[in-house]
DNA sequence: ACCGCGTATTGATCTGGGTCAAAGTACTGC
DNA sequence: GCAGTACTTTGACCCAGATCAATACGCGGT
């Protein structure tokens, strides 16, 4: 478990700040030092929101350990998620100061974040930390692109093979035996929490994921813990062409 | 009908590179005359795909008049557009050397390209250009977000009085007389071409419209132009929370 | 005026995934 | 061990939107 103190020195927090010790690679000692002075970090249970839509947001901040996601919710109480934010995402858009969309801890999560002013005056003082930004935005967009194409145009079974995939791809925790394509993870997030990322209900989520498995495609130890034992076949049934490259 | 004279001068670039007279308000006379220097324009007829996903691509550049569309195509020709550009919007990404999508121009077409290498080196050496950048990034992102619950929980209804809705808010020609909810405009897009932006069919796409004009909605001219008799009508079909505030 | 072709509408039918309902499973706390 | 709660699975039925098919509209070319 984590506790305050393992949080105390900057080298615990590999995910941590826009990345920072890649950024501050290029840059000079000062820069780094004010990053620390305006940085902290705050903790979630699993559950709790980080943030309403439309609340004051006077901070940024990346996650460092567990998930978040993003959801936007209609009147009528209908809700999409927009994002998932695993280890090393960032939050906040520098620039508003009212959140856009609720943030909610899916598992326990741990974030480190820097006050909003602090932070957009370090950022227009240094160069890099605006291009570290604006690399990881274009990221975002191409995964909420990728996204779009999940949502608008995939059946029941690709989407949730596609968010199998992006899953085991991030957050992979053993590769298999030697040179396989079997890949191992504990799933993340509830059936609910799947249904809002794909634009499903729970029930087709968890009628699909019951398919996968009698079909071979995955296996399951408990209703999270999941083995992939091909992962090229799981591409196929998410429509991806399987790039050709080895994926790991 | 525009001439290669008219787009020889930057001021009748009135939407040009990342808004680049904005940008330049505060920088000095040299970079704007180094972006002036990699700077060129290409046009395209409605139809002529810009650039296939895959190709190599040596430009960045912003639409300056017309509208084109990112699409992404699955192997078994199913596709979803997952940008629609519309003038000032910014195509390509820095740092990345092969198009990630199809670039399609959806009407004529006219954009203002900057060569690639030159237009990066610019950038890492005015921080102005890569902030700016962001800011277009993070718009376009929200713009990504809102699209993915437009996609994943609205109504075939609802996802065309969405998609009418963004038209008309950047595309509108004319307010109607005096103080009126009333805008009018000409649809952009073909059918097949809305129904690739909303995950639909064409089909459903026009008994869509046809549903929405005979409940007084949106009349109808033609196939193309489209009156909104009363905005806030058609964003309550949209289900968006019709904002407050005028949208004018 | 007629043809051809791309675009749009409309109808008839089918089906994937939603909805409603009922159990089943796995925890936590007493 | 038992009750309570949160999550998951499974079944039965239904409907919004897809699919298949026919027709209509508009426009440039001869």
Redo the contacts between chains.
Sequence with gaps: MLNDRSLAVSQECANCPIKHRAVCARCDGNELERLEEIKYYRKFEAGQTVIWSGDRMDFVGSVVSGIAS?T?T???G???M??LLLPSDFVG???RGTA??DVVATTDLVMCCFRKTPFEDLM?KT?HI??R???M??D???A??????V???KTAREKIASLLSIIARRNATSGGTGFKNTVVFDLPLTREAMADY??LTLETVSRQISALKRDGVIELEGKRHVTIPDMYRLLEEA?D?ADGGVFA
Tied chains: 1, 2.
């Design positions: 993003l936007q209609m009147e009528d209908r809700t999409q927009v994002g858009r520098p620039g856009a969309y227009s160069p605006a291009q930004l604006l690399e935005t274009l975002e967009l191409d909420a692109r990728e996204w779009m194409l949502l608008g145009r794909l634009g429509g062409d």
